[in-house]
């Protein structure tokens, strides 16, 4: 294991949990890159908190900024299982994370991948981009989800 | 004033508030079409709550949820003083708003002006959208704090 794939591990996890809660399963790390500290972890709670913006990736913002004191979160990674979708990427842009790592990417909705938003000349700030980290399992967490839930219907 | 500007207003009075704050002057408020009742309102809390995230729009949003106690609000319309930025873009097409309304445009940084975000084959809603809503007074808030930051420094 990569150190990169040792902090999706936990992401992976958080994954798990929002699964478990019945929500589409995202899970998010933020790691203070200087320390190696872990800032914040969270996963998509958007049907229990009835709250559209609820995805891991800004609980997880949210409550890194909190920790720093200050709502630009330079020096920071964050971690995430699935590609941003474009408010999230917003919203990693804003708050100047250094660098972004996810495992799935999302051709259909990704704020990289339909919009390019990280490397737009028309955004402030351009974190650093790696995708496909431990992308099997990041995978596997989503569709294992959706079939479950196809067959409830 | 035509209705759409009476709502604006409330807007400007929050993005007004902002700026006594200090912080930079974006004012917000969500309508529910059907009755013509104000579901939200809100204004620019980054520097005052240290959250990257807290942008008129995204807290207008999440206390519309609260209210219809759904993350989905459909049939509403959100009013803002300042083109939504791509994060804001992004969460209002997340939370299913049926209309966009806004005073000034943002061309440089803007979620319309830069990425098309509204109108995109690639994102799953598409909400109407109207500019330049009370504009003069809309960029007059705007001008007025970048004036007086200047000065101040």
Redesign the interface.
């Known amino acids: 294991m990569t150190a990169d794939d040792e902090i999706m591990a936990i992401a992976l996890e958080e994954a798990r949990l929002a699964a478990a809660a019945g929500e589409v399963p995202a899970g998010c790390v933020i790691v203070d890159i200087p320390s190696g500290e872990i800032l914040a972890r969270a996963h998509n709670r958007?049907?229990t908190?009835?709250?559209?913006?609820?995805h891991a990736e800004?609980l997880a913002?949210?409550e890194a900024?909190?920790r720093?004191?200050?709502?630009?979160?330079v020096d920071s990674a964050l971690y995430v299982t699935k590609e941003p979708?474009?408010?999230?990427?917003?919203?990693i842009?804003?708050?100047?994370c250094s660098r972004v790592v996810w495992g799935v990417a999302d051709p259909?909705?990704g704020?990289a991948s339909?919009?390019d938003?990280f490397a737009?000349p028309?955004?402030?700030h351009h974190p650093a981009v790696q995708g496909g980290v431990m992308e099997k399992q990041c995978l596997e967490v989503l569709q294992t989800f959706f079939k479950t839930r196809r067959k409830s219907k």
């Open positions: 958007t049907e908190l009835h709250r559209p913006t609820a800004i913002i949210e900024a909190r720093r004191g200050n709502w630009r979160i979708c474009p408010m999230c990427a917003g919203a842009i804003l708050a100047r259909k909705r704020g339909v919009f938003m737009h028309g955004v402030n």
